[in-house]
Nanobody, 118 residues
Framework: QVQLVESGGGLVQTGGSLRLSCAAS????????MGWYRQATGKEREVVAT???????IYADSMEGRFTISKDNAENTVYLQMNSLQPEDTAIYYC????????????WGKGTLVTVST
């Protein structure tokens, strides 16, 4: 079992910034990558960004340049720095832990709400 605890969501004005954190604990495999997804009301969950243990990152097109994902392997923590936030960024942000060895499994955090006001 892996537990994920997210923090850092909240209310911010358009153009503002927030930093999300997600700490993983439990049976952590070194063969994993972590990332952030989000789900806005009435929409499907979508990927925001992912980061491997080696530091390779992938971003959704609409977030690249505004959002930065980083990972502290020693602390099993992943961060998402969000800048230039827009109302369309309003969503629940979920932390994801994806393990591919010794077996494939995904864990999800409970989510943290980000609200961007106009």
């Amino acid at each position: 079992q892996v537990q994920l605890v997210e923090s850092g969501g909240g209310l911010v004005q358009t153009g503002g910034s927030l930093r999300l954190s997600c700490a993983a604990s439990g049976r952590i495999s070194r063969f994993n990558f972590m990332g952030w997804y989000r789900q806005a009301t009435g929409k499907e969950r979508e990927v925001v960004a992912t980061c491997t243990r080696a530091g390779s990152t992938i971003y959704a097109d609409s977030m690249e340049g505004r959002f930065t994902i980083s990972k502290d392997n020693a602390e099993n923590t992943v961060y998402l720095q969000m800048n230039s936030l827009q109302p369309e960024d309003t969503a629940i942000y979920y932390c994801n832990y994806h393990q591919f060895l010794p077996y494939i499994i995904d864990y999800w955090g409970k989510g943290t709400l980000v609200t961007v006001s106009t």
